[in-house]
């Protein structure tokens, strides 16, 4: 197709000279499993390629069925067994990682009644990866158990004021799920071959840097915080490949990927809730290696649920999403790393109707950036970010983009100030005295942790004290993109004047975040890893949380201790 053949053009040309000296023999061996690290669970993504690929050439980015560019460890999983005997290679894996996490914020209040509320849940999680290989052929499986918040989140009447009492009292879009039994994240079959593969079943999808697609895999790493706690799930028939390696050079790089899609859960959707989402997606990439890509992921989806019968909760939306990152510079004791995404949405939705406004108009944009400069034992971390926001939430026009609740920008202000005021929004906008009916959308007030409404940068350093012993913190600076409006309070106190959910006017400063961290790392056996992550922040809210009075609220301290074993 002309457009394909001149994307590609485009595609290569931004390659230029970095894609030059791609690795002209085959590709890799495939590797069994990626046993992770204990901030890290394990995932299962391998190379595609060739028997063995010479010693002194640069491999290609492997192609990651979930469109993910991710690095593979050099060795393999334990728990391999091989039929030596036969012409089939026959391998069983196992892996898997444990989670204890306990956090805490200081009270702080969730709407005008000003009464404080304390959030501090501790949360487990096991996960297994077990997969069994026949050849080109695979079955993989991941789920984990006794995962969620055990207690500390905000259902209990003693934590919370007198109308205040249960958790109805909350939206279900919370940054901390209540524990589960069972969560099966994978379970597909797979069959690959010299320079592409086919994936059908439940699967994790990941995108760039996870803006908009993320498989909730990977808790942060030393240098970023937060805790992942979800991971954007479906049912998916993929195919991936390679379609010019015969061509060599930089044609080797070129990777392309169509896979039709049933949601199951992700930050728009939720299969158990009766939503049915369903989407093509069409992505091409090129990867010199895993540290030097560019791509563009293509998505139309059309969702609906089951429970509604008058055309209400309908979404037609087309999206598109350039993501990339680049080693630009690399020695020794330095290097200097970019990476970027940006998303843009269009198209229609009732899931917000009104009578003025039976079809809503979406137009969003989200972006997301970060760079990373390594000197020795130091690193400098400069991320910055932007998601739209909605000016007037009454009109024909839905503008407010959410990044992934999986994709973490510090601790407390995006994560708990933000989200459990939102929770709280989102059931007073459907407080039966002020309309006799709930407003159509009202349950999707909850950002659950998304970065929404609202551009921020985040400047950090890191400091690695030993091999084992990493420092690091930084201050994070956030302003809204839009008034930070409560439509409770807009509506009844302010009368379509903005009021944000203290009953304050809201200015456009979200506030400074002072965040910390330190993290440990052991190695007691070659097979085990364990890692010790210990988190602090301290919220300075800015004027978009006044008061009625025109004071601030209070500051909002966090704290967060987590262990982690994998192997």
Aim: aromatic fraction near 10%.
């Amino acid at each position: 197709m002309p457009v394909v053949r001149a994307l590609t053009a485009l595609l290569l040309l931004a390659c230029g000279q970095a894609l030059a000296q791609t690795n002209e023999a085959g590709v890799l061996e495939p590797k069994a499993v990626n046993p992770g690290t204990a901030d890290a669970p394990p995932q299962v993504l391998r190379e595609l390629g060739p028997e063995v690929a010479p010693a002194a050439a640069q491999t290609p980015a492997p192609i990651q069925y979930d469109v993910a560019p991710v690095t593979l460890p050099a060795t393999p999983a334990t728990d391999e067994k091989k039929d030596e005997g036969s012409g089939w290679n026959v391998s069983a894996n196992l892996s898997g990682s444990l989670r204890a996490a306990y956090q805490g914020a200081t009270a702080f209040p969730l709407d005008s009644s000003l009464a404080p509320v304390t959030i501090a849940p501790l949360t487990t999680r096991v996960r297994v990866t077990p997969e069994v290989h026949l050849g080109g052929f695979a079955v993989i499986a991941e789920a984990d158990a006794a995962t969620g918040a055990i207690f500390g989140v905000p259902n209990l009447v003693a934590s919370l004021p007198t109308d205040f009492p249960t958790r109805s009292q909350l939206a279900s879009r919370v940054p901390y799920p209540a524990i589960t039994a069972l969560d099966l994240r994978k379970l597909y079959f797979e069959y690959k071959w010299a320079s592409g593969a086919f994936r059908v079943g439940q699967q994790t999808s990941n995108w760039g840097l996870g803006l908009l697609a993320n498989d909730g895999a990977k808790d942060p790493e030393a240098g970023d915080f937060g805790q992942q706690q979800f991971g954007n799930l479906t049912y998916r028939a993929l195919l991936v490949a390679r379609p010019f390696v015969g061509l060599g050079g930089a044609w080797r790089a070129f990777e392309t990927a169509i896979a039709a899609d049933l949601i199951v859960r992700d930050t728009n959707a939720d299969f158990s809730l009766g939503d049915r989402a369903f989407q093509g997606v069409l992505a091409l990439r090129l990867a010199k290696d895993p540290e030097n890509t560019l791509g563009v992921y293509a998505v139309y989806r059309s969702q609906r649920n089951i429970f509604v019968t008058d055309g209400g909760k309908a979404t037609d939306v087309f999206v598109l999403d350039v993501a990339g990152k680049w080693e630009l510079y690399k020695r020794r004791s330095r290097s200097f790393k970019v990476g970027f995404e940006a998303v843009g949405i269009t198209g229609t939705t009732t899931q917000a109707r009104t009578d003025v406004a039976p079809v809503a108009k979406v137009g969003e944009f989200g972006l997301a950036i970060k760079t990373v400069y390594r000197i020795g034992r130091g690193t400098i971390y400069l991320d910055g970010g932007y998601a739209s926001g909605d000016q007037n939430p009454a009109d024909d026009r839905i503008e407010g983009f959410k990044f992934d609740r999986d994709f973490k920008v510090g601790l407390v202000l995006f994560d708990h100030v933000l989200a459990y005021q939102s929770a709280r929004a989102a059931v007073r906008a459907s407080d039966p005295t002020l309309t006799g009916v709930a407003p159509e959308g009202a349950e999707l007030l909850g950002t659950g942790g998304s970065v929404t409404g609202a551009w921020y940068l985040f400047p950090r350093v890191k400091y690695g004290v030993t091999e084992w012993l990493d420092l690091y913190g930084g201050p994070l600076f956030a302003f809204s993109t839009a008034k930070l409006a409560d439509p409770f309070n807009t509506r009844v106190v302010g009368g379509g004047v903005p009021v944000n959910a203290l009953g304050g006017t809201p200015g456009r400063y979200l506030g400074t975040e002072i965040d910390l961290g330190v993290q440990a790392h052991f190695r007691p056996a070659p097979e085990l890893l364990f890692t010790v992550t210990g988190e602090g922040g301290l919220f300075l809210p800015g004027d978009a949380f006044s008061l009625p009075d025109g004071s601030l609220m209070p500051p909002v301290g966090f704290g967060r201790v987590r262990l982690a074993v994998s192997i």
